[in-house]
């Protein structure tokens, strides 16, 4: 790989900032200064330094980001925050972005990265990836209820996928439910227009799992941590 891409990808600058460096002898390879752009570099095993600190090299990044409600799943937007403007200088990148949607009012599980062959796989109806929500719901749902997320739910002309409705609490006096929902696919407000056709209506919901990876309790509401080495087998077995 070329110097100036390395250390582009690597994040110190863009390719015209990088090559500055070089130029002014600020980037060393294996210890030798390297005023070369065009010279190879393997990542794997040569060590490059700018200004006498190592720039390791990455391809791509991942990160779990518990998404708060009020924020949207976009790069950017003239109206709203997004998550992205949750991030910190130091690990934004251009290249980064969240890998499916969440409404605005939506919490949780959301993966942000630039890897877009992985996005692709999650989110392809045809993988089945499981999509896990909570969600808090005005209405007592029922058995009748779950037979209908099994069977599947005409939304603009199309059959949903087979869903699975778990009622972990139902209040008759307040009329009200606590329920898991999972999915494997992404409609556009999937969960909140399968529990309006029961006749029944989302207040609250959350992301709590994607395919083999739970949003772990301890990342707080806003927050964002990379992804373990193991955190992103668990995701990549899941496709
Ligand atoms: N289903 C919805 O209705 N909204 C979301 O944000 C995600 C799934």
Redesign the pocket.
Known sequence: MRLDKYLAEAGLGSRKEVKQYIKKGQVTVNDQVEKKDKAQVDPLKDVVTFAGEVIKYQEFYYYLLNKPAGVVSATEDKKDRTVMDLFAEADYRKDLFPVG???KD?EGFLLITNDGQLAHELLSPKKHVEKE?LAQVKGVMNEQDQQTFVKGIQLDGELTLPAELMIDETDEEKQTSTVRIVLKE?KF?????MVKACGKE?TY?K?IRMGGLALPDDLAKGSYRELSGEELEQLKASK
Not at 189 to 193: C, E, G, T
Request: proline share 0%; net charge positive.
């Open positions: 949607r969440l409404d939506t929500y992404g407000h999937q969960v909140k227009r989302v919901l992301r």
